[in-house]
């Protein structure tokens, strides 16, 4: 039998970190635990190997083309795919930072939607039967979502939208804020909140193409809200403990064999939320 494996982005600390530790008591498999700082990551690994885990390491960082081509090279060369894929890794400014919005538009997305994007791009063929995609998103995206202009939403609640246009339409926003212009155009005045309705919607495309191109190989993938978590990203006000976010992520990625969804979800607390 093959060894199973799971790959999570962003994985040395906050949820990310949680995520891991909970997936090495549970999973029947490798888990490996990815960060772009190697020493960052390495020191992670072995906080949690003196918890008696055994998480493997390995560079990536999403932003990074050339880190996510090599990952995923190293991923089908030693394991012939990815079983579980769960893409944590993201950013968000603190409400007090001084930086311009339009610079935080570009960089939020840049991070949370743009290279979230080139992570499904390489390694979505990776995923094998049976697989489970998780994207971590934010309660933030639906919010966001009910805050555009009516024309924003019906694009991108329907069921038609291409992953051409959501890009386009990501793409959009941040050129509008870098002339003032996104109000005008029905955007909310939150660049984290479309970086992430972006990422819910790109998992809803996803997912509808999985089920066309690959009907057949049971592979689900569905976008979650691990919720209002202490972390470095957070803050200390936050009513989640990491532990407590991690459960919706782990709760997708360890779906059981043969089960038919959820599958192109929005998922808050183990259940499918309305888009």
Request: charged content about 20%.
């Amino acid at each position: 039998m093959s060894v199973k494996v799971i790959v999570v982005t962003g994985g040395n600390k906050g949820i990310g970190l949680a995520i891991v530790r909970v997936l090495c008591k549970q999973f029947q498999g490798d888990v490996y635990l990815t960060a772009r700082d190697v020493g960052r990551g390495q020191a992670a690994v072995e906080s949690l190997a003196s918890e008696g885990l055994k998480p493997l390491f390995h560079q990536l960082d999403i932003n990074d083309l050339n880190s996510i081509t090599a990952a995923a090279a190293f991923f089908k060369e030693k394991y012939g795919g990815v079983d579980v894929l769960i893409n944590n890794a993201g950013i968000a400014f603190k409400v007090a930072d001084t930086a311009p919005f339009d610079v935080q538009a570009e960089v939020t997305l840049k991070t949370n939607f743009f290279a979230t994007r080139d992570m499904l791009t390489h390694f979505l063929p990776l995923i094998k039967a049976g697989g489970r995609v998780v994207n971590v998103s934010s309660f933030v995206s639906s919010r966001t979502l009910n805050q555009c202009s009516p024309e924003l939403q019906q694009r991108f609640r329907s069921e038609d939208i291409t992953e051409d246009e959501v890009v386009g339409l990501m793409q959009k926003f941040v050129d509008l804020t870098k002339k003032g212009e996104h109000k005008e155009g029905g955007w909310p005045e939150t660049a984290y909140g479309v970086s992430k309705l972006g990422l819910t919607t790109l998992s809803m495309i996803l997912a509808r193409r999985l089920s066309k191109e690959r009907p057949n190989d049971g592979i689900l993938l569905n976008a979650c809200c691990p919720g209002w978590v202490r972390t470095d990203m957070a803050g200390p006000k936050a009513p989640k403990s990491p532990e407590e976010g991690a459960v919706t992520p782990v709760y997708l990625a360890l779906l059981p064999p043969g089960a038919t969804g959820p599958h192109g979800k929005f998922v808050s607390d183990k259940e499918v939320q309305p888009w």
